[in-house]
Nanobody, 124 residues
Framework: VRLMESGGGSVQAGGSLRLSCTAS????????MGWFRQAPGKERERIAT???????RYTDSVKGRFTISKDNAKNTLYLDMNSLKPEDTAMYYC???????????????????WGQGTQVTVSS
């Protein structure tokens, strides 16, 4: 199982980015998928998850600005980020968890598969 993120970059505050995460070795359809981020000196933070049934959940700081989605046919997970703020600056990771009975509330250690990360930098 391999996950690979892309789409990070540098933008000004108020701008937008779309992150993608492509999987190989399994299909997204039966997994809990999530986007996480980690800023320097901070713990890794869960920001959004999507279950196999398409239901989504977000951390409060990104609600209304970020959208998680997936294309099962392309085995690709997306994170659309709008109205970006300097505090959104971080390394962003996608991750997968085999069971989605519990998804958003699942402990981070239960996400068995991780991408290598893509950097997002938002300047003021």
């Amino acid at each position: 199982v391999r996950l690979m993120e892309s789409g990070g970059g540098s933008v000004q505050a108020g701008g937008s980015l779309r992150l993608s995460c492509t999987a190989s070795g399994y299909t997204y359809s039966s997994y809990c998928m999530g986007w996480f981020r980690q800023a320097p000196g901070k713990e890794r933070e869960r920001i959004a998850t999507i279950r196999s049934d398409g239901s989504t959940r977000y951390t409060d700081s990104v609600k209304g600005r970020f959208t998680i989605s997936k294309d099962n046919a392309k085995n690709t997970l997306y994170l659309d980020m709008n109205s970006l703020k300097p505090e959104d600056t971080a390394m962003y990771y996608c991750a997968a968890r085999r069971s989605d009975g519990v998804c958003y509330l699942a402990h981070i250690s239960t996400f068995a598969y991780w991408g290598q990360g893509t950097q997002v930098t938002v300047s003021s």
